[in-house]
């Protein structure tokens, strides 16, 4: 079923799929698909065609989508398909299940991208990637990033309660090690009341900096975790906010005109796509 779009200064289209719509699933999994695999089928069967360069997201939901994708490949439905892993994680779900792989490098043509999501501002579609799932995944938030920047297109799939407008909650910010600390009292002086900073820890729960042993990535970054506890008006102008702060490197916000949201449902699976942004500087 088709919704009209609301009257905005963008374009929103909607599209609703409810239970009653078939799914190609194997012998294997339950009778009655949980929300994120529903989620993760709708991505794989509306938006990845034979040919593709396809980034594979990371999350429970991309898990999903990838397998599927394997099991689409090897079934002949899809053909030719190449994945770009965001993660270890991704890549190694991609090996187990059959999809082949390249390497990222910022010359690549990437015609899709799924991802999970951790949150969805409504209306925007501007989204939060990063907040800590697993340690291992501490490492890949801007190749995520990258890589949904550079598809043509991409889907963020997200669970129906965090799809929403006034989100609360944490966005990652990676930034230099070596002033970690003054770039964290500026960005707590930003959102003085309305927000928590604390470096990132690598084991366990360590304070707000982040113990002896905080997360250093690959790159020799930090992250600090901007945990807002009152609702956030708008997430593209904290993007913009942070992007102005010396020594940030950048951060868990993805503004992306060509977008769309898979949102999962108890009781159906919603898409929102963004047809023109009216958040400045999207990709």
Same mark, same amino acid.
């Given at each position: 079923?088709?919704?009209?779009?609301?009257?905005?200064?963008?374009?929103?289209?909607?599209?609703?799929?409810?239970?009653?719509?078939?799914?190609?699933?194997?012998?294997?999994? /339950?009778?009655?698909?949980?929300?994120?695999?529903?989620?993760?089928?709708?991505?794989?069967? /509306?938006?990845?065609?034979?040919?593709?360069?396809?980034?594979?997201?990371?999350?429970?939901?991309?898990?999903?989508?990838?397998?599927?994708?394997?099991?689409?490949?090897?079934?002949?439905?899809?053909?030719?398909?190449?994945?770009?892993?965001?993660?270890?994680?991704?890549?190694?779900?991609?090996?187990?299940?059959?999809?082949?792989?390249?390497?990222?490098?910022?010359?690549?043509?990437?015609?899709?991208?799924?991802?999970?999501?951790?949150?969805?501002?409504?209306?925007?579609?501007?989204?939060?990637? =990063?907040?800590?799932?697993?340690?291992?995944?501490?490492?890949?938030?801007?190749?995520?990033?990258?890589?949904?920047?550079?598809?043509?297109?991409?889907?963020?799939?997200?669970?129906?309660?965090?799809?929403?407008?006034?989100?609360?909650?944490?966005?990652?910010?990676?930034?230099?090690?070596?002033?970690?600390?003054?770039?964290?009292?500026?960005?707590?002086?930003?959102?003085?009341?309305?927000?928590?900073?604390?470096?990132?820890? /690598?084991?366990?729960?360590?304070?707000?900096?982040?113990?002896?042993?905080?997360?250093?990535?690959?790159?020799?970054?930090?992250?600090?975790?901007?945990?807002?506890?009152?609702?956030?008006?708008?997430?593209?102008?904290?993007?913009? /906010?942070?992007?102005?702060?010396?020594?940030?490197?950048?951060? =868990?916000?993805?503004?992306?005109?060509?977008?769309?949201?898979?949102?999962? =449902?108890?009781?159906?699976?919603?898409?929102?796509?963004?047809?023109?942004?009216?958040?400045?500087?999207?990709?």
């Amino acid at each position: 079923m088709l919704v009209a779009a609301a009257s905005t200064p963008f374009s929103l289209s909607f599209a609703v799929f409810t239970r009653s719509r078939s799914f190609r699933v194997s012998a294997t999994l /339950s009778r009655e698909p949980s929300p994120l695999l529903r989620a993760a089928h709708h991505t794989v069967d /509306s938006y990845v065609k034979s040919g593709m360069v396809v980034g594979l997201g990371s999350g429970e939901a991309s898990d999903l989508a990838i397998r599927y994708l394997g099991h689409q490949l090897r079934s002949g439905s899809v053909q030719d398909v190449v994945g770009v892993p965001m993660s270890a994680r991704s890549a190694s779900e991609a090996a187990k299940y059959g999809v082949p792989l390249k390497h990222f490098r910022d010359d690549f043509q990437i015609d899709f991208a799924f991802h999970d999501a951790d949150a969805v501002e409504e209306g925007t579609l501007v989204s939060v990637i =990063g907040r800590r799932r697993t340690t291992e995944e501490d490492d890949y938030i801007l190749r995520q990033k990258s890589i949904v920047k550079a598809a043509d297109e991409a889907v963020f799939m997200v669970k129906e309660e965090l799809y929403k407008s006034g989100l609360e909650g944490s966005i990652p910010v990676l930034v230099q090690s070596l002033n970690w600390l003054a770039i964290a009292e500026e960005i707590d002086d930003l959102y003085l009341g309305e927000a928590e900073v604390w470096r990132r820890a /690598s084991v366990g729960d360590a304070g707000p900096l982040g113990g002896d042993f905080p997360i250093v990535t690959s790159d020799g970054h930090n992250i600090l975790d901007v945990i807002f506890t009152t609702p956030i008006p708008s997430l593209a102008n904290v993007a913009k /906010s942070l992007d102005n702060i010396d020594g940030v490197v950048d951060h =868990g916000l993805v503004i992306k005109t060509r977008c769309t949201v898979v949102i999962a =449902g108890e009781r159906e699976v919603r898409t929102v796509t963004l047809q023109t942004s009216a958040v400045e500087d999207g990709v």
